[in-house]
């Protein structure tokens, strides 16, 4: 039951600077923690978030074991056009998720 | 013996007495105990990470289950209308049963009876979803629990548990959070224990947790025996706190450190 939870701005001024917000549902299982039996619980995180504007990348950022259940991914994009951003997570296990968001520039 | 267990009767009735409790001014909730990001992280839906599992939720009370075939929606509709207000009135008194029982057992008793599914396990994603997304039609609306006359004799015992002193600490819930809710614990602040925000995400959980996993983590926490999920004693504790919580408004889902 992966979920993704996005907030971008509907509406935007050409140039603008906008906050966009990404939420991932993800156990990110660092795969150093072992059972009571002494097992180890295999690694099961997202590895890489890209987001593209109209086909063309414009943030990517590679995760660790480190980063904490749900990972919450903000960044700034200046818009200079309307269009739509698409996000895309990918991870262990075959883990691929995708969401999008619109924005109409003025 | 006679002798000592009178005194240690005296010792008992003091300890009860010396437990003030909040007076309703004093009230506050957890959250405003927090710091400005953790709050922040709270009050945002895009930012809070209980709201994956109310997304969850919303998928699953369209889900047909069971040998009934039928979906939470085919009976109560859209959520948004039909569980307004239903989580502040949680642990209600069940007829079945003949005494309380929480918004998890709730769920499961319609999964049993009318969709004639297996129950979902405490703590499982897909319970947590289902009372997260009917806690969520509740935020806002002030908690009324405990109304019900039937429910008075199991209040009383939840407060007797809530004063009772337990576990190799020997402590109740009483001696921090009616006592010493204004200090600090380890640097956390201790907070007053009402229980606004269940099903809650807890950052050290990493997950979404309801008000019994919290209970049980407190009960640990003084180096007492937990009692099990789904047991008496933990609705009977959170049917007390719920109504010694009368009146502050539902936060659903919340997000606490």
Same mark, same amino acid.
Request: proline share 6%.
């Given at each position: 039951m992966a979920s993704a939870l996005i907030n971008v701005p509907p509406k935007a001024k050409r140039g603008d600077i906008v906050e966009i917000k990404t939420l991932m549902s993800h156990i990110m299982e660092t795969g150093y923690r072992h059972t009571a039996s002494g097992e180890v619980v295999p690694r099961d995180i997202i590895t890489s978030f890209t987001c593209r504007f109209n086909g063309n990348e414009i943030f990517h950022a590679d995760l660790f074991p480190a980063i904490a259940a749900n990972p919450f991914i903000t960044f700034f994009a200046t818009v200079t056009e309307s269009g739509k951003f698409e996000f895309e997570w990918v991870g262990d296990n075959g883990f691929s998720e995708t969401a999008s968001a619109s924005i109409s520039v003025e | 013996m006679r002798c000592f267990g009178a005194i240690a009767a005296v010792v008992l009735v003091a300890g009860a007495v010396s437990a003030a409790e909040i007076p309703p001014g004093d009230r506050r909730s957890g959250?405003?105990?927090?710091t400005a990001d953790t709050k922040a992280m709270q009050d945002e839906d895009t930012a809070n990470p209980g709201m994956l599992w109310v997304l969850d939720g919303e998928t699953l009370w369209k889900r047909k289950a069971g040998a009934a075939g039928k979906a939470c929606a085919d009976c109560h509709g859209d959520a948004r209308a039909?569980?307004?207000?239903? !989580? !502040?009135?949680?642990p209600a008194f069940d007829k079945e049963a003949a005494r309380p029982i929480d918004l998890e057992q709730r769920i499961n008793s319609c999964r049993v009876n009318q969709q004639q599914a297996t129950p979902l396990p405490f703590e499982g994603r897909e319970l947590l979803a289902l009372t997260a997304i009917i806690a969520r039609q509740s935020q806002g609306v002030p908690i009324e629990a405990g !109304?019900?006359?039937?429910l008075t004799p199991f209040i009383a015992k939840g407060r007797e548990l809530y004063l009772q002193r337990q576990g190799q600490l020997n402590l109740g819930c009483a001696n921090c959070h009616d006592d010493n809710w204004d200090k600090r614990l380890a640097g956390s602040a201790i907070t007053?224990?009402?229980?606004?925000?269940?099903p809650l995400y807890r950052l050290e959980w990493q997950s979404l947790g309801s008000l019994q996993r919290r209970l049980r983590a407190c009960i640990t926490g003084i180096r007492a025996q937990a009692y099990d999920y789904g047991s008496p004693e933990l609705v009977e504790l959170e049917l007390y706190l719920m109504s010694r919580a009368r009146g502050m408004p539902i936060e659903a889902p919340a997000v606490r450190p």
């Amino acid at each position: 039951m992966a979920s993704a939870l996005i907030n971008v701005p509907p509406k935007a001024k050409r140039g603008d600077i906008v906050e966009i917000k990404t939420l991932m549902s993800h156990i990110m299982e660092t795969g150093y923690r072992h059972t009571a039996s002494g097992e180890v619980v295999p690694r099961d995180i997202i590895t890489s978030f890209t987001c593209r504007f109209n086909g063309n990348e414009i943030f990517h950022a590679d995760l660790f074991p480190a980063i904490a259940a749900n990972p919450f991914i903000t960044f700034f994009a200046t818009v200079t056009e309307s269009g739509k951003f698409e996000f895309e997570w990918v991870g262990d296990n075959g883990f691929s998720e995708t969401a999008s968001a619109s924005i109409s520039v003025e | 013996m006679r002798c000592f267990g009178a005194i240690a009767a005296v010792v008992l009735v003091a300890g009860a007495v010396s437990a003030a409790e909040i007076p309703p001014g004093d009230r506050r909730s957890g959250y405003s105990f927090m710091t400005a990001d953790t709050k922040a992280m709270q009050d945002e839906d895009t930012a809070n990470p209980g709201m994956l599992w109310v997304l969850d939720g919303e998928t699953l009370w369209k889900r047909k289950a069971g040998a009934a075939g039928k979906a939470c929606a085919d009976c109560h509709g859209d959520a948004r209308a039909s569980m307004k207000g239903v !989580a !502040a009135r949680y642990p209600a008194f069940d007829k079945e049963a003949a005494r309380p029982i929480d918004l998890e057992q709730r769920i499961n008793s319609c999964r049993v009876n009318q969709q004639q599914a297996t129950p979902l396990p405490f703590e499982g994603r897909e319970l947590l979803a289902l009372t997260a997304i009917i806690a969520r039609q509740s935020q806002g609306v002030p908690i009324e629990a405990g !109304a019900d006359p039937q429910l008075t004799p199991f209040i009383a015992k939840g407060r007797e548990l809530y004063l009772q002193r337990q576990g190799q600490l020997n402590l109740g819930c009483a001696n921090c959070h009616d006592d010493n809710w204004d200090k600090r614990l380890a640097g956390s602040a201790i907070t007053q224990g009402h229980p606004t925000g269940y099903p809650l995400y807890r950052l050290e959980w990493q997950s979404l947790g309801s008000l019994q996993r919290r209970l049980r983590a407190c009960i640990t926490g003084i180096r007492a025996q937990a009692y099990d999920y789904g047991s008496p004693e933990l609705v009977e504790l959170e049917l007390y706190l719920m109504s010694r919580a009368r009146g502050m408004p539902i936060e659903a889902p919340a997000v606490r450190p």
